[in-house]
């Protein structure tokens, strides 16, 4: 993957993650979940501060960033604070997973971008009842 | 050890390093399969010192929290994700299963654990031995010639990082 295509799935991923994050903002309760809603909201801002750094980014290297989808797929019962969290672990884990990518296709300052944002996704991870894995957004080192 | 971190498709070879300095992408020496492009030049692969000095930084933090475990029951059961996430990754760099190659030893850096502390005090001791394991993984992901090992140092700094925010939730909740 060169460093163009996997900023180009990180971009992906974020634009998912800002809408997804959109859809839980409006299905978490402010009033009866508290510190649900704020991670979400946390989340939500974090992902669109990325999503709108990306594409400057690419832009900057001369390349056309990738667009959103008109829609992403959001599981139909999300009537509780467990499945918000359940669809915010997938998110942060898929995102997890493409910050661990450009890591691998980016060197230098892109690259210590890039770690740092795995690190950050692996930590709100915890946010949605998620635990510590063994290597976050590498998960294929765990079965060694 | 390096046969096996090759076989691992960890380390890159002088080839791969030479194409991702060029802008072909760090990953695109090693992505192709992880071919020992470094043995066939006969030149070294910087990687491994890099994997080497990893190795020895990962066992001296292994070494401290296992000794502050054993030093004070509290604390053995809050060490342990720490020591079991400590010893998952000197196995993948190790891989001794497939190279022979010895395990890790702490180099001694970690200093003198004997002596009374408070259980708040030797945590605090490996909460910021963590923190610093956690800044050196990621600056070692950074140095990587190989960009695939880049990402799987990368991954056990986010690791660290995830444990250690989980312990301080562990703690806050504690002491809410």
Same mark, same amino acid.
């Given at each position: ?15 998912? $993650? ?10 978490? =309760? ?5 510190? *649900?809603?704020?991670?979400? /909201? ?18 900057? !290297? ?5 667009? %959103? ?35 691998? =296709? ?11 944002? *795995? ?6 991870? *915890? ?18 | ?9 960890? !380390?890159?070879? #002088? ?10 992408? %760090?990953?695109?020496?090693? /992505? +192709?399969?992880? +071919?020992? %492009? ?22 001296? #933090?292994?070494?401290? @929290? #296992?000794? #502050?475990?054993? %030093? ?19 196995? @993948? ?13 702490? /180099?001694?850096?970690?200093?003198? *654990? ?6 708040? /005090?030797?945590?605090?001791? @490996?909460?910021?031995?963590?923190? !610093?394991?956690? $800044? ?16 799987? !140092?990368?991954?056990? =700094? ?7 925010? $989980?312990? $301080? ?8």
């Amino acid at each position: 993957m060169t460093e163009i295509e996997a900023l180009q799935a990180v971009l992906a991923a974020e634009h998912a $993650a800002v809408y997804v994050y959109g859809v839980l903002g409006g299905q978490a =309760s402010q009033s009866a979940q508290p510190a *649900l809603f704020s991670s979400v /909201s946390d989340a939500y801002a974090t992902h669109r501060s990325r999503r709108d750094l990306l594409t400057g980014e690419i832009t900057d !290297l001369g390349a056309h960033p990738v667009a %959103a989808a008109a829609a992403y797929d959001v599981p139909d019962a999300l009537g509780g604070p467990a499945a918000i969290a359940r669809t915010a672990r997938r998110l942060e884990d898929g995102c997890a997973a493409a910050y661990a990518a450009l890591v691998e =296709s980016t060197t230098a300052h892109r690259r210590r971008w890039a770690v740092g944002a *795995l690190g950050d996704a692996a930590v709100r991870v *915890l946010a949605f009842r998620g635990t510590p894995e063994t290597f976050p957004g590498a998960g294929e080192y765990t079965d060694h | 050890m390096t046969a096996g971190l090759t076989a691992l498709g960890v !380390l890159a070879g #002088t080839a791969a390093c030479d194409d991702h300095r060029s802008g072909g992408g %760090a990953a695109s020496g090693v /992505s +192709s399969g992880g +071919s020992p %492009a470094g043995s066939s030049t006969g030149q070294a692969d910087p990687d491994v010192a890099l994997v080497e000095r990893v190795r020895t930084e990962l066992a001296d #933090t292994l070494a401290l @929290v #296992t000794a #502050t475990g054993a %030093a004070d029951d509290s604390l053995r059961g809050r060490l342990r994700p720490f020591r079991e996430l400590h010893r998952a990754h000197v196995a @993948v760099l190790t891989d001794a299963g497939e190279t022979g190659s010895p395990a890790a030893s702490p /180099s001694g850096a970690t200093g003198d *654990l004997s002596g009374a502390r408070s259980p708040a /005090s030797a945590l605090h001791q @490996v909460v910021r031995r963590e923190q !610093l394991t956690r $800044a050196r993984l990621a600056d070692a992901a950074v140095a990587a010639e190989s960009g695939t090992l880049a990402r799987l !140092l990368a991954s056990m =700094s986010a690791a660290v990082g995830q444990r250690l925010a $989980a312990t $301080a939730r562990t703690t806050e909740a504690g002491t809410s």
